[in-house]
T-cell receptor, first 116, second 113 residues
Framework: GNSVTQMEGPVTLSEEAFLTINCTYTATGYPSLFWYVQYPGEGLQLLLKATKADDKGSNKGFEATYRKETTSFHLEKGSVQVSDSAVYFCALARNAGGTSYGKLTFGQGTILTVHP | ETGVTQSPTHLIKTRGQQVTLRCSSQSGHNTVSWYQQALGQGPQFIFQYYREEENGRGNFPPRFSGLQFPNYSSELNVNALELDDSALYLC????????????FGQGTRLTVV
């Protein structure tokens, strides 16, 4: 079945440091890949997505590239801010006939804390 | 455009009781999915409703059931509550069943004692 594995956290960084959160996946076919962010006490917000191999998703300074050869979708940001402190989830959704089935499979989440 | 709203935000139930959680989907969205997020874990897919019909189910027992109404709002019902049902329950809506993007509500925190 489908699965997503994220690097274990928590991750603690100083402001303006470089961020990488690793994500690898197992899936049949060619899934769409996502990063969601969850701020304290809130639901999930879509951060970025990529729907096919070699696509790069980007938003708010975050980037991730869909690497089919390594089945990875690592999240990166060049300079983190205190406001980026949150839990980050990597997820996939199976594509069928060009559209996603709609069921998201999530990783376990990575807690990021950024200190001033 | 209104987002996804869930109610209540928190509730406490006793083991063996029944609970109903509610979700209003984003305007124009006809698909609603429910997820269970245990503490420190990623969300787990419970089921999806599309145009009032169940359209896929995860590995949850039958005591987890749902409904979708003509206005596309949805309910999640859990019977015979167990302690392990304590979790954050998230509702997500999407434009159509095959959409690649889902919009989440803030969740309902259920505590079973």
């Amino acid at each position: 079945g489908n699965s997503v594995t994220q690097m274990e956290g928590p991750v603690t960084l100083s402001e303006e440091a470089f961020l990488t959160i690793n994500c690898t996946y197992t899936a049949t076919g060619y899934p769409s890949l996502f990063w969601y962010v969850q701020y304290p006490g809130e639901g999930l917000q879509l951060l970025l997505k990529a729907t096919k191999a070699d696509d790069k998703g980007s938003n708010k300074g975050f980037e991730a590239t869909y690497r089919k050869e390594t089945t990875s979708f690592h999240l990166e940001k060049g300079s983190v801010q205190v406001s980026d402190s949150a839990v980050y989830f990597c997820a996939l959704a199976r594509n069928a006939g060009g559209t996603s089935y709609g069921k998201l499979t999530f990783g376990q989440g990575t807690i990021l804390t950024v200190h001033p | 455009e209104t987002g996804v709203t869930q109610s209540p935000t928190h509730l406490i139930k006793t083991r063996g009781q029944q609970v109903t959680l509610r979700c209003s989907s984003q305007s124009g969205h006809n698909t609603v999915s429910w997820y269970q997020q245990a503490l420190g874990q990623g969300p787990q897919f419970i089921f999806q409703y599309y145009r009032e019909e169940e359209n896929g189910r995860g590995n949850f027992p039958p005591r987890f059931s749902g409904l979708q109404f003509p206005n596309y709002s949805s309910e999640l019902n859990v019977n015979a509550l167990e302690l392990d049902d304590s979790a954050l329950y998230l509702c997500a809506s999407s434009l159509v069943a095959g959409a690649t993007e889902a919009f989440f509500g803030q969740g309902t925190r259920l505590t079973v004692v």
